[in-house]
C-alpha cells in the first residue's frame, strides 16, 4: 500500500470519545523484538468492550512478559533520553529509508514500499520473475546463503512475496547489503528452472 494511502495519524488530544494511545521502546530506542510496550484506552460509550478489549488481552499473553533488562531500564530511558537522540534517529532512519528505496528501485523483479514513519521496508517480490524460487521463504533462504544477507521473509505476517529490511544500521552496511541484494536479483532474475529439489536447496 502506498503511503498516501495510509490512515493519517491523529493526535492523541484531538480524539474524543472512543480511542487508544499505543508506545513501544523498540521504535523508538532501536531495540526491535525487546517486547514491552503499552496501550492505553479510553472507551467512553463501552464500544470496545465486547470484542476489542478482549482481543487486546489476548495478544498481550502471546508472549508472558517483557525482559527484565528492558523493565529495569525504561524509567531512565523515558526520563532521560535527550530530544537530540529522536532527532537523529528520524534523520538516519528517514535516509536509509530513501537509500534503500531509490536503490531497491533499480533491481529488477523488487517493488519497494516506502514506508511512512517505519524502521522497516516491505519489499515486494515479483515471483513470476524469479521462477527459481516457490515463495519468499525460498528467496530468502538463498539470499542468506549466498550474499550473507538476511531479510525477513513477510509470509510470518501473512504477507507471501514480500520480504522485510531494517532501516536503522549504518549507512554504508545498508548500501553494501542492497548492492548485494541487486547482484542476487540480476542472477536470478528470468530464470525458471527451480534451484530447490523436493524443497531441498540445491
Sequence with gaps: ????????????????????????????????????????????HGAFEKQVRPGLTSLSQRILGPNTLVQGALPKILESTPQEFFDF?????????????????????????MPAGGMFMMVGIDMEKFQ????????????????????LPASCFQYPNFFRIVLTVPQEKLQEACERIDEFCRKY??????????????
Design 132 to 151: 527459481a524460487f516457490k515463495d519468499d521463504v525460498q528467496f530468502t533462504e538463498r539470499l542468506v546463503t549466498e550474499q550473507s544477507v538476511f531479510c
Design 89 to 113: 534517529t528520524i534523520k538516519v532512519v528517514k535516509r536509509n529509508a530513501e537509500i534503500s528505496y531509490e536503490t531497491m528501485s533499480r533491481i529488477p523483479g523488487l517493488n519497494p514500499v
Design 1 to 44: 500500500m502506498s503511503p498516501d494511502r495510509l490512515p493519517k495519524q491523529v493526535l492523541y488530544s484531538q480524539l474524543s470519545s472512543s480511542h487508544r494511545k499505543r508506545g513501544h521502546p523498540r521504535l523508538c530506542y532501536l531495540v526491535p523484538g525487546w517486547r514491552l510496550g503499552w496501550i492505553m484506552i479510553h472507551d467512553r
Design 189 to 202: 532474475y528470468g530464470k525458471k528452472t527451480n534451484i530447490y529439489d523436493n524443497g531441498v536447496m540445491t
